[in-house]
Nanobody
Framework: QVQLVESGGGLVQAGDSLTLSCAAS????????MGWFRQAPGKEREFVVV????????YYVDSVKGRFTISRDNAKNTVYLQMNSLKPEDTAIYYC?????????????????WGQGTQVTVSS
């Protein structure tokens, strides 16, 4: 069982930066690929980025490439999402998730554990 707790969301202006954190419980954190998803009002949840269990591989959705950076600290059981140059269209609830497959996973149904989400609001 893995429990995930996100933090770091908030209200910012367009162009600002924000860093989200996701703290995980459990002793096998490094075996899980960790992903971030987001859900905007009235829209379906969408994949944003994933990092492999080792941290060696990442994959980003095109809309955030060059602006968002995912990283992980396996010693601290934590994954981070650094978000720069935020845009109003980045407004959403951001969820972190853990997949037992370990590698690059961009499909929600392959993630087993989910956090409760943290709200990110970007004003124009």
């Amino acid at each position: 069982q893995v429990q995930l707790v996100e933090s770091g969301g908030g209200l910012v202006q367009a162009g600002d930066s924000l860093t989200l954190s996701c703290a995980a419980s459990g002793r096998t954190f490094s075996s899980y690929a960790m992903g971030w998803f987001r859900q905007a009002p009235g829209k379906e949840r969408e994949f944003v980025v994933v990092i492999s269990g080792s941290g060696d591989s990442t994959y980003y959705v095109d809309s955030v490439k060059g602006r968002f950076t995912i990283s992980r600290d396996n010693a601290k059981n934590t994954v981070y999402l650094q978000m720069n140059s935020l845009k109003p269209e980045d407004t959403a609830i951001y969820y972190c998730a853990a997949s037992p497959y370990g590698g690059i996973v961009d499909t929600a149904h392959l993630y087993r554990y989910w956090g409760q989400g943290t709200q990110v609001t970007v004003s124009s």
